[in-house]
């Protein structure tokens, strides 16, 4: 299990229950933290970034159309063969296969050069993640799924009263998702699904801004990361919740990397990403002037961090990486 900054270990069926804490006033940068970048480089993308992978590949979108991005090149992924119309990537494996989505289908591309696999359903797929095993999971019909090349296409269970959707799957099999409450009065949940197929539902932890109860990732052994409530904690497939400390108020939490580096962004009046890596909190460095809103949407063993731009209301055809000056979080290696 990654090695994370916890200050308080909580019983889950006593977080059911629980007030949660006080709402907190937000939590801004300082003037001098968009001067002093503590060794952090941003670079533009000329893309919408979605995903990166821990060989530092990058999936977009750019004009309706995939894109690939590696060492400074800008490849653009073969649609389906014989179809035409716009296709996005999804997701990007740690072995470099590409998810993808056009018109309800399932994409998936194995080789940047060749046409992606087409899957297809009598209902629209929307696709949101895939592991190396080449397991998809998302939502169809209102419902989460599961499809893998052996078995095809399942729907998960949904727990008791509660409408399930799927949104991360771990490298062996567990599945993140959240649900919508059917009867009136209940909170949403967060959930997983064992490698069995069977659901867990967790209630919010707090009580404050954000509201919402949805994964931000899962790990390779299928523990969750989330701002449950408007705290952010990890949900361990054990079953124990821990509240993480650092994270600035309000947030939304919207990364996790294999060596437990936090990324997310401040909501409300300040939208400013930031990184929380064992204990230490980072203001992620922006332009000046500022866009509307950075949303970091990836990040990897190394500690590179992807973001979509929003300006106006509007994601931009455009993106950012930040990286770290010559080290990785890896080991601490050296990058040539």
């Known amino acids: 299990m990654r090695a994370l900054p916890v200050v308080t270990l909580l019983s889950a069926a006593w977080l059911a229950a629980c007030d949660g804490p006080s709402p907190t006033a937000v939590s801004t940068p300082p003037a001098s933290a968009q001067l002093l970048l503590f060794g952090w ?86 696709p949101s ?87 931000s990732d899962i790990d390779d052994f299928g523990n969750i990361l989330s701002t449950s409530g408007g705290v952010t904690i990890d949900w361990t497939v054990g079953g124990t919740v821990y509240t993480i400390a650092g994270v600035p108020q309000p947030t939304r939490t919207t990364g996790w990397s294999p060596l437990g580096r936090i990324v997310g962004h401040t909501i409300g009046s300040s939208n400013h990403p930031w990184t929380l890596f064992q204990g230490a909190l980072t203001w992620l460095p922006q332009p000046s002037p500022a866009d509307q809103a950075d949303i970091p949407v990836g990040v990897n063993a190394c500690g590179a961090i992807v973001a979509r731009r929003v300006n106006g209301g509007v994601v931009l055809d455009s993106g950012y990486v930040w990286r770290k000056a010559l080290t990785c979080d890896n080991a601490g290696v050296v990058l040539p």
């Open 129 to 215: 993640s895939m592991n190396d095993s080449h397991m998809v999971v998302g939502t169809s019909s209102g419902r989460g799924f599961r499809w893998t090349p052996s078995v095809g296409l399942q729907t998960l269970a949904d727990p008791p009263n509660y409408g399930a959707r799927a949104t991360h799957v771990s490298r062996n099999g567990y599945v993140a998702g959240f649900a919508q409450p059917l009867l009136s009065g209940l909170p949403e949940a967060l959930v997983r699904w064992d490698p069995s197929g069977t659901p867990t539902a967790l209630q919010p932890v707090g009580h404050t801004s954000p509201p919402e109860n949805r994964p």
């Open 41 to 126: 480089q941003r670079a533009n993308l000329p893309f919408t970034p979605v995903a990166i992978n821990d060989s530092g590949v990058i999936v977009g979108n750019v004009n309706n159309t995939a894109v690939r991005y590696f060492n400074g090149t800008v490849t653009v992924l073969p649609p389906p063969a014989g179809l035409t119309g716009a296709y996005s990537p999804v997701d990007i494996t740690r072995n470099g296969h590409i998810l993808g989505v056009m018109n309800g289908s399932i994409l998936i591309w194995s080789s940047a050069a060749a046409a992606p696999q087409v899957v297809t359903a009598a209902a629209v797929l929307q």
